[in-house]
């Protein structure tokens, strides 16, 4: 067997030993080691880590420096086939997770933007999406009327939508963009602290995820699953963390009746935001105003409500403002 050093057991055991007690004359090692110290110490003379005799060996900064030099090469030579090998198959085996079968990998920004556009815009039913951070948009954001959501006749597609942002991306101009224009569409919005991983569901019937989790060097492949069990379960995943988040939008019409002269929708909003954890700018460009109109609505609702802190302004809303 191999050890570590690339010089057998035995020669490991020797080097070790040399090193901890200094020069040992050969026939005490022999005595010492046992069978096979002899081999072993005569390749250890020859590949530089032992001279002399009594058998002495050297520093291991200058003795071991050519082994952990040839076992760098030959990791990076490893790397290199492993890379060459994954391509190879990625592409003679494309037959095989070709447009008709269950999974699909796609490793080209250019069919990965097709494939979210013709999830999200070709819905006829429902449209479910998670976004993460970092957001980087595939495709143009298509507002509305884009002709891009119509049919071949002319109407427009209005499927229910469901979009599970991070909290994160909301720090990002465009993906606030794409939200406002998620909202005009009429699609239902809620915040998550964290979510695993990028997510479209088109119809209950197919899906579009990363091919390797969060942090992996490799950011770009994607698996684009047709039906079976692989959707369920992303729709199970998806119902979990929909359950958990909190809305972006309120309901007025939660609120107790003698509320109303109090506070109106954006106040509502606001207190919704906080509940999600935005920040002030963040809430102010949400909601398309400005950072002193949302501070100022925010310390109205604290007298309103004769608290002085944001925790507790939350607490006396939940408690005497919403049913």
């Given at each position: 067997?191999?050890?570590?050093l690339g010089?057998?057991?035995?020669?490991?055991?020797?080097?070790?030993?040399?090193v901890?007690?200094?020069?040992?004359?050969t026939?005490?090692?022999?005595?010492?080691?046992?069978?096979?110290?002899d081999?072993?110490l005569?390749r250890?003379?020859?590949?530089?880590?032992v001279v002399?005799?009594p058998?002495?060996?050297?520093?291991?900064?200058?003795?071991?420096?050519?082994?952990?030099?040839?076992?760098?090469?030959?990791?990076t030579?490893?790397?290199t086939?492993?890379?060459?090998?994954?391509?190879?198959?990625?592409s003679?085996?494309?037959?095989m997770?070709g447009?008709?079968t269950?999974?699909?990998v796609l490793?080209?920004?250019?069919?990965?933007?097709?494939?979210f556009?013709?999830?999200?815009?070709?819905?006829?039913?429902?449209?479910?999406?998670?976004?993460?951070?970092?957001?980087?948009?595939l495709?143009t954001?298509?507002?509305p009327?884009?002709?891009a959501?119509?049919?071949?006749?002319?109407?427009v597609?209005?499927?229910?939508?469901?979009?599970?942002?991070?909290r994160?991306?909301?720090?990002?101009e465009?993906?606030?963009?794409?939200?406002?224009?998620?909202?005009?569409?009429?699609?239902?919005?809620?915040v998550?602290?964290e979510?695993?991983l990028?997510?479209?569901?088109?119809?209950?019937?197919?899906?579009?995820?990363?091919?390797f989790?969060?942090?992996?060097?490799?950011?770009a492949?994607?698996?684009l699953?047709?039906?079976?069990a692989?959707?369920e379960?992303?729709?199970?995943m998806?119902?979990?963390?929909w359950?958990?988040?909190?809305?972006?939008?309120?309901d007025?019409?939660?609120?107790?009746p003698?509320a109303?002269s109090e506070?109106?929708?954006q106040?509502?909003?606001i207190?919704?935001?906080?509940?999600?954890?935005?920040t002030?700018?963040?809430?102010?460009?949400l909601?398309?105003?400005?950072?002193?109109?949302?501070?100022?609505?925010?310390?109205?609702?604290?007298?309103?409500?004769?608290?002085e802190?944001?925790?507790?302004?939350?607490?006396?809303?939940a408690?005497?403002w919403m049913?």
């Amino acid at each position: 067997m191999r050890s570590g050093l690339g010089i057998g057991a035995i020669g490991e055991q020797l080097y070790r030993y040399l090193v901890e007690h200094g020069p040992t004359p050969t026939d005490e090692l022999e005595r010492i080691i046992g069978p096979g110290s002899d081999e072993a110490l005569a390749r250890m003379r020859d590949v530089g880590l032992v001279v002399g005799e009594p058998a002495t060996a050297r520093h291991p900064d200058y003795a071991l420096r050519p082994l952990v030099a040839n076992a760098e090469s030959a990791l990076t030579k490893l790397k290199t086939q492993a890379a060459e090998m994954r391509d190879m198959f990625d592409s003679t085996a494309a037959g095989m997770r070709g447009p008709n079968t269950p999974v699909e990998v796609l490793t080209s920004r250019q069919r990965i933007a097709a494939a979210f556009d013709d999830l999200s815009l070709g819905a006829n039913h429902e449209v479910l999406q998670f976004v993460t951070w970092p957001f980087v948009p595939l495709t143009t954001l298509h507002a509305p009327g884009d002709p891009a959501r119509r049919n071949p006749d002319g109407s427009v597609r209005q499927p229910r939508r469901r979009l599970l942002y991070e909290r994160a991306v909301l720090d990002s101009e465009v993906a606030v963009i794409g939200l406002h224009n998620a909202i005009r569409l009429g699609a239902d919005v809620r915040v998550a602290r964290e979510l695993p991983l990028k997510l479209i569901i088109s119809d209950r019937d197919r899906a579009l995820v990363p091919r390797f989790p969060r942090g992996f060097s490799d950011q770009a492949s994607t698996l684009l699953i047709r039906g079976g069990a692989l959707v369920e379960c992303m729709l199970v995943m998806f119902e979990h963390f929909w359950s958990e988040a909190t809305p972006l939008e309120a309901d007025y019409n939660g609120f107790e009746p003698e509320a109303a002269s109090e506070i109106d929708e954006q106040d509502m909003a606001i207190l919704q935001h906080i509940i999600a954890g935005q920040t002030d700018d963040s809430m102010a460009r949400l909601m398309g105003t400005s950072k002193s109109t949302i501070l100022r609505r925010v310390k109205r609702m604290r007298e309103l409500a004769g608290v002085e802190t944001r925790p507790a302004l939350i607490f006396h809303a939940a408690r005497n403002w919403m049913n």
